[in-house]
Structure formats: structure tokens, C-alpha cells
């Protein structure tokens, strides 16, 4: 029987951390586990006008500031991020290529084109234009016509593409995204969150780096149609290459953004904004506090074992854990909170064990925060174990089993 475990974190893992904070680690049931509400607060000391907020560091993924990020509202233009991946991922499987042209039909023009009155490439009906073309106008213009052109292209119609996009979040780990469109129109399945947008920003610029140059061109003319990024960011001399804004009445305006200052890459997301400029303020300023109060420091080398996890019916009865890579963890200079870390996993883990398989989460938390996981694999293999040694193990996990049958009725 699978239970949650917290496994024990080795202490020397840690011991180059130790300048930095303190570190508590403990073996103990996942419900003694701190409550898992992710990220530094408005109360540490960044304020920020947006009710919907988070600021992430790229590399290691370490939250550094949070406010309602995990509230649902409506992403507008920012879910075209999503249809952007799903368009990327389709040629990176070889199902689709930049060249291949799609018609602009009478819907995507009256939707999304002139008719619209939205942000639009002002493409002709029937027109054919190639992927690629219309990639560039859905990120740099914000193009109705072409996303809705893209989406018709890949499914046959924006609903069925619609599905693809929540399908595809969930794939990416998206749990609480739904889409209900393709261009982020007012519609009540357009429902995403800012740590869910951050995540897509962060997936999207380490999975495809090829398309990620395109957020950073300033224009894009087509058809004789000059017109220019409508990321405020990009001219503020700020490193930001990237990503989208978004508006609708629904939930005023967002910005999910990305800027690199001495090798060090934060993402942040605004949203429900009274006005472009407040957006481009308050992002701009978030970016320039990350930047300033932060620094890394290393958690665990490459490759380091982590933890160990029970095995059950295994020629050995423990597998070590690794990230497979550094584990980085950012932190306010000077900061003396407490940094607990706790590897959690359903175990034991049932062999065999196969050698970088997937077996917990190393979870780390900055005073009462959640502001760091990393998913941990097996670093090595481990073969089924003989008859006794399953036999064994199996009775040892049906006392363990009763012990805690009995437990829960007290």
C-alpha cells in the first residue's frame, strides 16, 4: 500500500547553504509538513498595485514574490501564450511545418480581422498564409485573425482547438487553466492564473528557443501593415525579451514578462491593471526589486543525492534520489529566514526500479513559503528482489498497514 512519505534530507547535502540560512530537516508524515502556500507574500515588503501577481526566477523556477497567483481570472491576450505552445509543440512532433499555409476563413476574418476592431495582421478573406507568418503576427501583433487562422488550420474549427489548448495544459502540469478560444476574447472557460502563466512563459522559453527570439522583435509588417510590439517592457532598457500583454474590461489589464540583467532571468506577471501605463509601472518595477534584492545559492550539486527512497519488494530496500542537475535557490540578501527542505513521494516505491524514473519532489520552503520544487528521479536502477525478500516485505507492509488502519480510527 502506497503512503505519502517525507523522506529526510541529508544535512551534508546542505552544507554549503549554511551561510545563507539555517536549515531544518525532518523525517516526518506528510501531514506534519508546513502548509503549502506557495511563495513570499505582500507582507514580506514588496507591495505592488496588481491584485494578481508573481515573480519567478527562470532557471530553478524559485518564486520571489506572490500575490493571489493562484486566483483564476481572465488572461485575455495572455492565453495566446497557450495557443502559441500548442502551435511550437505541433512542429516540434513534426506534425506541422512553418511553411505549410492556412486559409483565412470568412470567420477568422469577421472574429479576429478588421471587422473585429481587435488586434489584427488585417488579413483578406481566403487569403493563404504560411505558419510562420502567422506565429509572427499572433506574438508580436497580438492577432486575432491569426490565431483563430491557426487554430481552423490545426483542428478544423477554434472549439475543437480550444480543447487542445486545455489538454495540452495539463500536459505541461497547467491544472487549473481552461480555454475556450484561442485568442483570449471574453468567454467564461477563458480562466487561467499568473503562477500558471508564469510557468507556460518559463516552459516556453526553455523548450523552444528558436521561437522565443520572436517576442523580442519590436515589429512586424505584413501585407505593406507595419506594426509594433505591444510589450511596453522591450524599450525600457531593462534586458526584458519577452512575452505578451493582454486586456479585456473583464479583467483590466496584464503583462506576463521576462528580462535577463547579468545572467539572471526573472519572469513576473501583472494583471487586473487600470491602465497600460500602470501595467508597464508596475511590472517594470517588480522586475528592478527582483533584480536588485536577490542572489543564488547552490542547494545541491549535480547529480548529488538528495534523499533515499523505501523500496518494496526490491533487491535492495532503499533507491538514492537526484535531481539529475544544480539545484539553485534564490534568496532576499540578507535574508535569515529558516529554509526547510522535505522530498515527499508515495512510497514505498515498488520494484523494479528503473534508473531515472520519476519517484518524488524535493519541496522547499523560505519561512512558511513553498518557494521551490524540483522533481526527483531514481539514480540508479534496482531489480526485483528474491522470494523472501518480496515475502518479507510484503508482510512488513501489512503490519504497517493494520498500524495505520488502527491509527486513523483513534
Not at 519517484?359 to 536502477?381: D, F, M, N
Amino acid at each position: 500500500m502506497n503512503v505519502p512519505v517525507v523522506a529526510k534530507v541529508s544535512r551534508r547535502s546542505f552544507a554549503r547553504w549554511a551561510a545563507l540560512a539555517s536549515v531544518a530537516c525532518a523525517l516526518a508524515s506528510a501531514a506534519a509538513a508546513p502548509n503549502p502556500v506557495s511563495g513570499p507574500k505582500a507582507s514580506d515588503g514588496y507591495q505592488t498595485a496588481a491584485p494578481h501577481a508573481i515573480m519567478i526566477e527562470a532557471e530553478s523556477g524559485t518564486v520571489l514574490f506572490e500575490k493571489g497567483a493562484d486566483d483564476l481570472i481572465a488572461p485575455a491576450s495572455m492565453s495566446k501564450l497557450m495557443t502559441q505552445e500548442v502551435v511550437f509543440n505541433e512542429i516540434k512532433q513534426a506534425r506541422l511545418k512553418p511553411t505549410t499555409e492556412f486559409r483565412v476563413s470568412t470567420n477568422a476574418w469577421r472574429r479576429g480581422g478588421a471587422p473585429s476592431h481587435t488586434s489584427s495582421m488585417f488579413i483578406p478573406i481566403n487569403s493563404k498564409v504560411a505558419v510562420d507568418d502567422l506565429l509572427h503576427g499572433a506574438i508580436i501583433q497580438s492577432a486575432n485573425d491569426a490565431c483563430i487562422a491557426l487554430a481552423e488550420g490545426i483542428s478544423g474549427n477554434e472549439s475543437t482547438f480550444a480543447e487542445l489548448m486545455t489538454k495540452r495544459a495539463r500536459e505541461l502540469g497547467l491544472t487549473k487553466s481552461t480555454f475556450g478560444n484561442s485568442t483570449g476574447l471574453p468567454d467564461p472557460r477563458q480562466l487561467m492564473t499568473a503562477r500558471e502563466l508564469a510557468k507556460l512563459a518559463r516552459h516556453i522559453i526553455e523548450t523552444y528557443p528558436d521561437y522565443y527570439k520572436y517576442y523580442s522583435e519590436r515589429e512586424f509588417t505584413w501585407n505593406k501593415i507595419r506594426q509594433f510590439n505591444r510589450n511596453p517592457l522591450l524599450t525600457l532598457n531593462i534586458g526584458a525579451d519577452g512575452l505578451k500583454t493582454g486586456f479585456i474590461k473583464e479583467s483590466g489589464y496584464g503583462l506576463v514578462g521576462s528580462a535577463v540583467q547579468n545572467g539572471l532571468r526573472l519572469i513576473v506577471v501583472v494583471t487586473g491593471l487600470r491602465s497600460e501605463k500602470e501595467r508597464a509601472d508596475e511590472a517594470k518595477k517588480m522586475l528592478d526589486w527582483g533584480f536588485h534584492n536577490f542572489q543564488s545559492g547552490l542547494l545541491f550539486a549535480d547529480r548529488q543525492e538528495i534523499a533515499q527512497a523505501k523500496v518494496y519488494g526490491g533487491a535492495k530496500g532503499n533507491v538514492p534520489l537526484t535531481a539529475g542537475k544544480e539545484v539553485r535557490l534564490m534568496v532576499p540578501r540578507g535574508s535569515r529566514d529558516k529554509i526547510i527542505a522535505r522530498v515527499v513521494y508515495s512510497g514505498p516505491v515498488p520494484a523494479p526500479v528503473q534508473e531515472g524514473q520519476k519517484i518524488g519532489t524535493l519541496k522547499v520552503w523560505r519561512g512558511e513559503s513553498v518557494v521551490l520544487e524540483v522533481p526527483l528521479r531514481a539514480a540508479e536502477s534496482v531489480d526485483a528482489g528474491s522470494m523472501p525478500r518480496r515475502a518479507f516485505d510484503a508482510a512488513t507492509e501489512l503490519v504497517l498497514g493494520l498500524f495505520r488502519a488502527g491509527f486513523k480510527r483513534l
